[in-house]
């Protein structure tokens, strides 16, 4: 499986364009604060949209804490994908003072 991605790396990461980033929490969690350039694919239609990802290009999931984008990111790998957990979620990705859409956006619980 790929190795896990910290915040600061899928920032960088996102920042150079080398990887498709996808939000797997639910809607109003997205509303509410997400990282801005971001797809939301909820992690229960995730697999049906599995044909919509790039297969060709690494790919990190996130959610709140890490959980349901681990289970993306492991469900992926074995679906032969590049595919990584950014770990610790929008909660590690807010404490390190990374960049949140919208200016006033926040982590949903």
């Given at each position: 499986?790929?190795?896990?991605?910290?915040?600061?790396?899928?920032?960088?990461?996102?920042?150079?364009?080398?990887?498709?980033?996808?939000?797997?929490?639910?809607?109003?969690?997205?509303?509410?604060?997400?990282?801005?350039?971001?797809?939301?694919?909820?992690?229960?239609?995730?697999?049906?949209?599995?044909?919509?990802?790039?297969?060709?290009?690494?790919?990190?999931?996130?959610?709140?804490?890490?959980?349901?984008?681990?289970?993306?990111?492991?469900?992926?790998?074995?679906?032969?994908?590049?595919?990584?957990?950014?770990?610790g979620g929008?909660?590690?990705?807010?404490?390190?003072?990374?960049?949140?859409?919208?200016?006033?956006?926040?982590?949903?619980?």
């Amino acid at each position: 499986m790929g190795a896990d991605y910290t915040p600061q790396e899928v920032f960088e990461r996102h920042q150079r364009g080398e990887i498709q980033l996808i939000d797997v929490r639910q809607q109003h969690e997205h509303d509410a604060g997400r990282i801005a350039g971001t797809r939301l694919i909820e992690l229960a239609v995730l697999a049906a949209e599995a044909d919509t990802i790039d297969h060709e290009k690494p790919v990190v999931f996130y959610c709140r804490s890490g959980g349901r984008s681990g289970m993306g990111a492991q469900a992926f790998n074995g679906a032969g994908y590049d595919a990584h957990n950014m770990s610790g979620g929008m909660i590690d990705w807010h404490a390190a003072g990374l960049p949140i859409e919208p200016d006033d956006g926040y982590v949903a619980d």
